[in-house]
């Protein structure tokens, strides 16, 4: 949840900061949404979205290449329950680090590797709005 910061002076002159709630984040958990649910939500949600582990590798290379070109995804850390829900969803044996975008799933990172390689990443990022069409021309 989202707020904002209030500040009040206490009796001993020390200060109080309440955040007060205004918003609810689109990456807030729903308790009654699956996590199947949860993760096509996101996924529609976000023009570049990473799924991962904590502390996983893959992904890290996975930002620095979409941060070099201009991107900054969104990033997702799973538990293993939602890690079963995505694979059940994309049909990969092994789900993360999965790469969607524009809602559709690009794959793990030799998949991303590849889309660069052929020239096809950047205007795929265009296409879905997380690239202006400057960067076709460089």
């Not at 609810?24 to 996590?35: F, K, N, Q, T």
């Amino acid at each position: 949840m989202q707020g904002v910061r209030r500040y009040g002076m206490l009796a001993d002159g020390g200060v109080r900061l309440e955040l007060t709630p205004t918003t609810v984040s689109p990456l807030a958990i729903d308790v009654e949404e699956s996590a199947a649910m949860r993760i096509q939500r996101l996924i529609s949600e976000n023009p570049v979205i990473i799924f991962s582990r904590s502390s996983c590798c893959m992904c890290h290379v996975m930002k620095r290449l979409l941060s070099t070109i201009g991107v900054h995804p969104t990033v997702i850390e799973l538990e293993e329950d939602e890690i079963a829900a995505l694979s059940d969803d994309s049909g990969a044996a092994s789900a993360a680090p999965a790469l969607y975008i524009g809602g559709a799933c690009v794959g793990g990172l030799e998949s991303l590797v590849a889309l660069h390689l052929s020239n096809n990443l950047v205007p795929k990022l265009v296409e879905v709005g997380a690239l202006k069409n400057e960067f076709l021309n460089s």
